[in-house]
């Protein structure tokens, strides 16, 4: 059995909000995800799929990913 852990960083990406500056709307436009902020952190919530692409897409603009 997957352990909650192994299953949630399938499903989220943590990154300090201040690096998802001018990149959050096309983020947001072009995966279904969605963004939580607590304390100057982002969390990008989605499907295993959505965060995958949603990976893929900050990787390739220079968002440093946790």
């Known amino acids: 059995m997957s352990s909650p852990g192994a299953f949630r960083?399938?499903?989220e990406i943590v990154v300090p909000c201040d690096a998802l500056d001018g990149h959050r709307e096309a983020l947001t436009?072009?995966?279904t995800v969605s963004v939580f902020t607590?304390?100057?952190?982002?969390?990008?919530?989605?499907?295993?799929v959505e965060i995958k692409g949603a990976t893929d897409f900050l990787s390739r603009r220079g968002v440093p990913l946790r």
């Open 9 to 11: 960083d399938s499903t």
């Open 29 to 31: 436009d072009e995966f």
């Open 38 to 48: 607590a304390g100057g952190t982002c969390r990008i919530v989605g499907s295993p």
